[in-house]
């Protein structure tokens, strides 16, 4: 079956504009994905006629508004094969869902437990468990990767211990475009009896997440990123554990009675979800889930990996081209950069030609540093781009080479 880009691409608006009097090419897509009209719509339609506080009303207006988010919260366990709703928090994005994991969880650990990283995590899987460490005397356990960007399992293997307490790892690399092994990893962590984090922010709009296949105990994403509103994110975590995790906030919402004597917390998913959440977007987020799965997912990574492949071929015969991430069946994402020129200079240039990509070093400092460097500038494809915007990518970076060396 053909991939209709030129169908999906007029349900983004925002890709008809042009920048500098060119028109935009949208490469940006790693860092939020743009928002489909369905989506839009939809958080119109609320704010007209449903939006009212959820779990607190009697009324129509908050009855429909709590339907319509709890409606979301069986669809995301639909789209990532979650076994039960209560499982299923709603959060502002990755990064809470991982602070809420390293906070709540955290707090069950004592000195001298071990939590294993990669050093491609993003800060937001680095930062939390760093705070951790302060609070707690954690020790923190960092997996290096190989020359092509990937994981380093044998040296994974060798980091899991009696003191293993947390393995915590991206999915998908944001720098380096890696596909992490997963399902590999979650076991080899349970085997040593730790419980397993999957990063999966860059994973989910663009591979099929069934979290029960995983066998992930905590798995954490974000609506931005799958073409869905800002704000909101989600985290799986296995019913088990969450049972047994402190609340991570306290507030509105997560209790059951509260007195100055005694307070008791209100049962899963709400217990970690204090005070008014984005209900209007979480609500409109289900039509984004909506939006990939009418799409399909694999069909959407095809057709990214294509535009990367494409462009990835072309890039390498420009001179003094250095790619970043070059793992096999690596995700739709191109770090790189020309020469020695400076990320910010290529980044500034491609954008007066009218090309958005990402500069700087990616929220990855502890990468970049591993990797000689001090940023990158990242392209990274979604399902409406095109093979021509390829072509306008690859003739601006031809364009400002020669003024960059
Ligand atoms: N983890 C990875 C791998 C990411 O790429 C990002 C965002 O770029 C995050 C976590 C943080 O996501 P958010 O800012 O939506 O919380």
Redesign the pocket.
Known sequence: MIFEVDKYRRDFPILERSVYGKPLVYLDN??STQTPRQVVREIEKIYYTHKANVHRGVHTLSQEATAMQEATRERVRRFINASSTEEIIFT?????A?NLVASSYGSLLSEGDEVVLTVM??H??IVPWQLLEKRVGIRLRVVPILADGSLDMEAYRSMLGERTRIVSV?H???VLGTVNPVAEIVRLGHEAGAVVMI?G??AIAHTPVDVQALDADFYAF?A??MYGPTGI?VLYGRRRLLELMPPYQGGGEMISHVSFDHTTFADLPFKFEAGTPDYVGIAAFHRAIDYIESIGQERIAAHEDDLMQYTQDQMLTIPGMRIFGTAPGKSAIISFLIGNAHHYDTGMLLDKLGVAVRTGH??AQPLMHALGVEGTVRAAFALYNTRSECDSFIAALRRIAPMLS
């Not at 502002?92 to 809470?96: A, F, S």
């Open positions: 790693a860092a502002r994005g990755t990064t809470e991982i995590e993003h937001a899987n991206c998908v690399s944001n990063d922010a860059q974000s931005h990123k994110g990616h929220c």
